[in-house]
C-alpha cells in the first residue's frame, strides 16, 4: 500500500497568515493526489484534484502544490469558514489511502 | 444534480453481516469512466477507503478486508451495495459512498453512521 504521511496533525493560524498542509507519499503517484475539507458532521468535500487542480466552486486562497513525492495545500488568508480537518487521497493505485489528517484552527 | 444516499442498518451484533446501499441519481454508473467507492469513517478517526465497483463492473478491494468485503451493483445502475462479513467493533463507523469520474471521489453521500455493538 501506498502510504501517505500527512503534516502537521493541527494547527492554530491566524487570517493573515499562509496556512500549509504537506502530504508525503511513500512512492511516486503521478500527481494522483487530491484534498478534502471536513467539518464535523459533515462529509468531505473536495478541493483541489490531480495535484493542483482547483474543484469547481472552491475559492482562489486554496491551492495545490508538489515537489517530489511530497504535495501541499496552501491557504492563503484564510478564512474562518476554512476551519475544520483536512485530509490528502492518494488515488494512483488501489488500495487508496488517505493522510491522517490535519485539523485547522483560525484564531 | 449529483446526489448520492447511504442507508444501512444503524446497529448489528457482532459476527453478523452488514448490507449497505448507495442510493445515487444525477450520473449514472454505465458511463464510461465512472466509479462508486465506498470509504469508512471511525469516530474521531481518518478515512479508509474500502472498496469500488466501476462502469464495466470491475471491482477493486482493500487487501485488509478484502476476504469480507463484496461491493456489487443493480442492473438499472442506479444502486450499488456493499457487504461486510463477519462485523466486530472494529467496523463501527460512519460509511460513505462517493463518485469518480476520473482521479478523485468527487460527490460524497452523508454518510450512514453504523455501530456494531451485542
Known sequence: DIQMTQSPASL????EEIVT???????????YLSWYQQKPGKSPQLLIYDATSLADGVPSRFSGSRSGTQYSLKISRPQVDDSGIYYCLQSYSTPYTFGAGTKLELK | QVTLKESGPGMLQPSKTLSLTCSFSGFSLSTSGMVVSWIRQ???????????????????????L???????KDTSNTQVFLKITSVDIADTAT??????LGSRPDYWGQGVMVTVSS
Do not use: F, H, M
Not at chain 1, 21 to 31: L, R
Not at chain 2, 66 to 72: A, E
Not at chain 2, 95 to 100: D, F, G, I, L, T
Open chain 2, 42 to 64: 471511525p469516530s474521531g478517526k481518518s478515512l479508509e477507503w474500502l472498496a469500488a465497483i466501476d462502469w464495466d463492473g470491475d471491482k477493486y478491494y482493500n487487501p485488509s
Open chain 2, 95 to 100: 460509511y460513505y459512498c462517493a463518485r469518480s
Open chain 1, 21 to 31: 498542509i504537506t502530504c508525503k507519499a511513500s512512492q511516486g503517484i503521478d500527481d
Open chain 1, 12 to 15: 492554530s493560524a491566524s487570517l
Open chain 2, 66 to 72: 478484502k476476504s469480507r468485503l463484496t461491493v456489487s
